[in-house]
């Protein structure tokens, strides 16, 4: 077996103009950086999407990632955003604010799921394609509905129609 090496880096510490480390050129720079240094491995901690700890070990899905990685420079480059409208988030350098991070990205998230909506036919593949592979999609969405309906309750707490709501309706 032959040794390696590597870092431990979770993404959220990788510098980044958006207030966390995200998908984006800086992560990219600093991977090119670790492999110019001779290291091959890259280990981070899991993206899933959290809850109210913000623990990546105490995520709301198995599957489900967690959109404040989304690099908002990346959504101008695939045209659903113009990069003029972006302003970075630089305010949070020393920590992480979750909680101010998904209110600064969330306006943008929500500009570019309406020019994706405009542009569909543009996507249309790569998403049916991803919407096939993704067998979990439809109750993650239906399930993070209902918890924003509900939040912060636990879904124990939730009534009945919305608690008991069927995975399978058939």
Not at 13 to 42: C, E, Y
Not at 53 to 62: F, M
Not at 74 to 90: K, W, Y
Request: charged share 30%.
């Amino acid at each position: 077996m032959k040794k390696r090496a590597g870092v431990l880096c979770p993404l959220f510490s990788v510098p980044a103009n958006q207030g966390i480390g995200d998908l984006g050129q800086k992560t990219i720079r600093m991977i090119d950086a670790v492999a110019a240094a001779g290291f091959s491995i890259w280990q981070i901690l899991p993206l899933k999407m959290t809850g109210m700890t913000h623990s990546p070990y105490q995520t709301l899905s198995s599957f489900a990632g967690d959109p404040i990685y989304i690099n908002i420079d990346r959504l101008a480059e695939m045209g659903l955003l113009t990069q003029s409208s972006i302003v970075n988030c630089n305010k949070f350098k020393d920590y992480v604010s979750y909680d101010e991070v998904r209110q600064f990205k969330e306006p943008y998230f929500r500009r570019a799921f309406r020019n994706f909506k405009k542009r569909y036919e543009e996507f249309r593949k790569e998403f049916e394609e991803f919407e096939e592979e993704a067998f979990w999609l439809k109750d993650w969405a239906v399930y993070s509905l209902f918890k924003g309906m509900y939040d912060p309750r636990a879904w124990t707490e939730w009534e009945e129609e919305y608690r008991d709501w069927p995975l399978d309706p058939t």
